[in-house]
């Protein structure tokens, strides 16, 4: 008498494209909940976002923009660590400075709008403020909060139009050169170093 064999059940493991067909297959309406998600960490995926806001997979450009935007919908940030997440699943990925890129502002009203490249539309207040890094060579690093911990790089272009439209301001008993927006100043160098 010969004995029945358990099922094989083989793991995949993650891949982009799994992540994009559960995606699609769930058909969210608005911004996916990833902050109720806890799923298990299913280990790292070949994913890198560059410096210029691209998405990589495998070492090539993701070229489909809706696929960029759908991955974007689910980014998390936990402990310092980016990760793709879905409802089932938790994969690593790498982000070589912010993950999004504000590539354009308009100033409405005292606002100021940003459009991330991933199709967000971000207006800097209190609960999205911008900030200001001064980097190793000594150039402004601009970055706007955009949710959930996860930043926008500001661009060069657009953030040399936010220095055209900055104004002398107070922050901490000091003089700064800022922006205001939702009513809030933002400092983007001290008075006394122009």
Known sequence: MTEKAA????VKPPSAEGIAAALTKAGAKGPP?????DPPFCGDLDIEIRRDGTWFYLGTPIGREALVRLFASVLKLEDG???LVTPVEKVGIRVQDAPFLAVDC???AGDLRFVTNVGDTVVAGPAHPIRVVIAADGAPRPYLHVRRGLEALIDRKTFYRLVDLAAPGT???????????GG????????AEL
């Open 7 to 10: 099922p094989q059940f083989a």
């Open 33 to 37: 909940p990833v902050h109720l998600w």
């Open 184 to 191: 809030v100043f933002f400092p983007i160098q001290r008075m």
């Open 106 to 108: 308009t100033a409405e």
């Open 81 to 83: 660590k980016f990760y």
């Open 171 to 181: 922050q901490d008993g000091e003089d700064w050169l800022g922006l205001t927006s």
